[in-house]
């Protein structure tokens, strides 16, 4: 399962989503709906862009972690 940390990533950089939604050219609505996990996927120019704008490394926001059954 991916984890999306873009939450911490925003609060460590005092920036808001829609400051973020803005700066990399999205709607609030699609942000919202990576930041809880609901995309099925990311363009990696999108990625790039948000990476750009919190000066961060795509595994700053993006995180493995293994499902236990």
């Given at each position: 399962?991916?984890?999306?940390?873009?939450?911490?990533?925003?609060?460590?950089?005092?920036?808001?989503?829609?400051?973020?939604?803005?700066?990399?050219?999205?709607?609030?609505?699609?942000?919202?709906?990576?930041k809880t996990g609901k995309a099925r996927g990311i363009r990696f120019n999108?990625?790039?862009?948000?990476c750009q704008v919190l000066q961060c490394q795509p595994g700053d926001i993006l995180k493995y972690e293994e499902i236990s059954e």
């Open positions: 399962m991916i984890v999306i940390k873009l939450d911490h990533m925003l609060l460590d950089r005092k920036m808001t989503s829609a400051q973020l939604a803005k700066a990399i050219d999205i709607t609030p609505a699609n942000l919202s709906i990576l999108t990625l790039e862009k948000i």
